[in-house]
């Protein structure tokens, strides 16, 4: 890795390499976090309004189906926190981007995070609805596979002291996870109808009403917009420990030269 | 072909002479079948009825338990470093390691399948049906489970981690092998299970060495 | 020992290498050649990059920068094939016998199985054959990681303190054994921070790794 406080290679400087060295990544960061973190304010303001106050109580599930704007962005959200970490799996595998790896060991947790919070909200959904808070039907059956998956990732990278290699390792359980999640799903979902003939009845059912559609989609942009905040934080936050780590060692190289 | 398999006679051989790890292997699977019941009750048919699944889940216990064994011993001797100037690639050392490692944890499990049976009252007519299941199910296991033990070999406490790592990635050979295994009223079903179990075991089986090499390269790297 | 037909012919150019590890850069811009023919010393303080020079020749370390190129080699063979890599580690299991385990690295190196009861007799382990090799002393085991250069011939070996655990007649088969594979016209890299007791001639280079470079 280059010197981190080297900042002779920003010389011919496209957008990428702007988002690739680690220095300019921080200098850009910087100016984005606050417009995000303001947007994802503003609109969960907005999407819990909606809610709350415009959007009509489910003819079956009363108002308890409001869990459901919590709910359904949160379970999207793990699913696309996967594929980017995916994604920054093969960036750091393939194209050997610096950031990639940064970004996959950022996105692990902030996707565990919204995957755990997906089973409360469904579990806690599930409790007035349908009696139980635990229904092993294929969807949350999936996803509790989804967060055990994100959590051994995370296991894997403490796992490790050095983290320039165990993000290569990661890299390569998370596409490997990757490629497995469709069997997963698919695998399940044969045991589900093999054990539970009876179909579970499915939020985002064949209709959904602009009443419903607007506040989920807001709701679900306003999670993004937290996921961005969140996973810029951390990679800054993950950038500043390397270096700090960098410098610890070459303090301590130092002092070996010198006794 | 004589370089790939000398690969696994090495391995073989070195499991035969030192057989302990194996026999603690089967004894586990074993008990297994034992403490099941204190923990159920000797309801009879209780007990059958689980039977297949109940084997199913010792067999994938037990397997990733002896993951530690698959690459440690090459790890630490030098003998991965050295393989990887053999005349077979990388990825054929893995392919070889899995089929050893197959052979020295499936085999034996499979073997003591029918005392497991007999434990958990299983239908005798099912037995048959357990083993076909386990033994078109097992080479894929054996597969995450080498592809586990890559990913951490190169950590010193890699093999209590491994098990963690892959057993989201078997539950669907574990789902389509006990529906495959188990009879009664799913008997039907079992049919296009071993179908799908044979189609997945065999894709994950013949893609995972790549995976496995590449994990093993950059453990060096 | 017989030697049959004459090693293949390997050139090594390395240009520019810079090699990182754990985020430390080990050496930077380095750059040598070495002919079939030649033994390369390599010579330096503890930390100075030997160990991981020999792993990024033997292709197991990536070099962050720069390139290594062995030219001779036919475009189809993978480069490994050509070399041996003896490190630290023996690469010896200690359940088989010494016999065995030089079997085992005769058949998946493709070497010659004819070559393990000679090779064995030159490492003076003819004894030892049928002896399980974690009964062995910390030099015989040093002498049969050794051996496993001698049942499959390549035209490249790169060593890593061969002489570690040896006695001084142990120092003066290793450079016999180096003597002999130059004088095939193979090409050796040794890192050694003793002296090896090897004659001193033109077939000898020394290249010293360590700051200041």
């Keep these: 890795m280059e010197s981190p406080l080297d900042t002779e290679t920003a010389k011919k400087m496209t957008w990428f390499d702007r988002i690739a060295h680690p220095g300019q990544f921080l200098m850009w960061s910087r100016y984005v976090l606050l417009p995000l973190a303001v947007g994802s304010a503003l609109l969960f303001v907005l999407g819990l309004w909606f809610a709350f106050f415009n959007s ?45 790896d940064v970004s996959m060991k950022a996105a692990a947790p902030l996707g565990a995070a919204f995957t755990a919070m997906a089973l409360f909200t469904g579990a806690l959904w599930g409790r007035p609805t349908w009696g139980t808070f635990w229904e092993w039907d294929g969807r949350m059956t999936s996803t509790l596979i989804l967060l055990l998956m994100y959590l051994g990732l995370i296991a894997l990278w403490r ?101 | 072909m004589s370089a790939f398999l000398a690969l696994i006679r090495r391995d073989l051989r070195l499991t035969l002479r030192a057989p302990g790890e194996v026999l603690t292997l089967i004894l586990f699977f074993v008990m297994i079948g034992v403490t099941v019941p204190f923990a159920i009750g000797p309801d009879k048919v209780l007990l059958a009825r689980l039977a297949p699944g109940i084997v199913w889940i010792a067999a994938l216990l037990s397997a990733l338990l002896a993951l530690d064994r698959l690459f440690r011993p090459d790890q630490e001797d030098g003998s991965l470093r050295a393989l990887r100037h053999a005349d077979i690639s990388l990825e054929a050392v893995a392919l070889a390691k899995l089929i050893a490692y197959w052979l020295t944890t499936a085999v034996p499990l499979m073997l003591a ?87 997945l075991s065999l894709a994950v089986t013949a893609l995972s060495p790549f995976a496995i090499a590449l994990a093993l390269r950059l453990s060096e790297d | 020992m017989s030697k049959s037909a004459p090693l ?48 990024c020749l033997a292709g197991i370390l990536r ?63 003819s004894h030892a054959a049928h002896l399980e090799t974690r009964l062995l002393s910390a030099g015989q085991t040093r002498r049969l990681a050794l051996a496993r250069l001698l049942v499959a011939r390549r035209p490249v070996w790169l060593l890593d303190e061969p002489t570690a655990a040896l006695d001084s007649q142990g120092d003066k088969w290793v450079a016999s054994l180096i003597e002999e594979q130059i004088g095939a016209g193979g090409l050796v890299i040794a890192a050694t921070h003793l002296d090896l007791a090897l004659k001193k001639s033109r077939s000898v280079r020394t290249l010293k790794l360590g700051p200041g470079k």
Aim: glycine share 10%; hydrophobic share 50%.
């Design chain 3, 63 to 125: 070099p962050e920068a720069g390139t290594i190129a062995w030219s001779g080699r036919d475009a189809e063979e993978r480069p490994s094939t050509d070399m041996h890599l003896v490190g630290h580690q023996p690469a010896l299991k200690g359940g088989l016998t010494a016999a065995e385990n030089l079997q085992f690295w005769a058949e998946i190196n493709s070497g010659d199985p004819n070559l393990i009861e000679g090779a064995l007799d030159n490492a003076g382990l």
């Design chain 3, 8 to 55: 293949p012919v390997r050139h090594l150019a390395v240009t520019d290498l810079t090699c990182l590890r754990g985020g430390t850069t080990i050496f930077a811009n380095l750059g040598f050649s070495a002919e079939p023919g030649t033994v390369t010393l390599l010579r330096g303080p503890n930390g100075a990059g030997k160990t991981s020079l020999l792993l």
């Design chain 1, 56 to 100: 009509p109580p489910d003819y079956q599930m009363g108002d308890t189906v409001r869990i459901m704007y919590i709910h359904v962005p949160n379970a999207w959200l793990s699913q696309f926190v996967y594929a980017l970490m995916a994604v920054s799996a093969i960036g750091t595998l393939v194209w050997r981007h610096p950031m990639a």
């Design chain 1, 159 to 259: 796992a490790f002291d050095d983290q320039l290699r165990a993000a290569k390792i990661v890299a390569v359980l998370t596409l490997v996870g990757a490629i497995n999640i469709p069997v997963i799903k698919f695998s399940v979902d044969w045991w589900n109808t093999l054990h539970q003939p009876a179909s579970v009845f499915r939020a985002d059912g064949p209709t959904m009403p602009p009443e419903i559609l607007t506040p989920l989609l807001v709701m679900s942009l306003a999670f993004t917009f937290l996921f961005g905040v969140l996973h810029i934080v951390r990679m800054r936050t993950e950038i500043f420990r390397r270096r700090v780590k960098s410098l610890e060692r070459k303090r301590a190289l130092e002092g070996a030269k010198t006794s």
């Design chain 2, 113 to 199: 399948t029918p005392l497991l049976a007999v434990m958990m009252n299983m239908d005798m007519a099912l037995l048959g049906r357990s083993l076909v299941s386990l033994l078109v199910g097992t080479p894929g296991l054996a597969a995450f489970g080498t592809f586990g033990a890559a990913l951490t070999v190169s950590l010193r406490h890699g093999g209590l981690i491994a098990p963690v790592l892959i057993l989201p990635l078997s539950i669907p050979i574990l789902i389509f092998g006990a529906s495959a295994a188990a009879g009664g009223a799913l008997a039907s079903a079992g049919n296009a299970a071993l179908l799908l179990l044979a189609g």
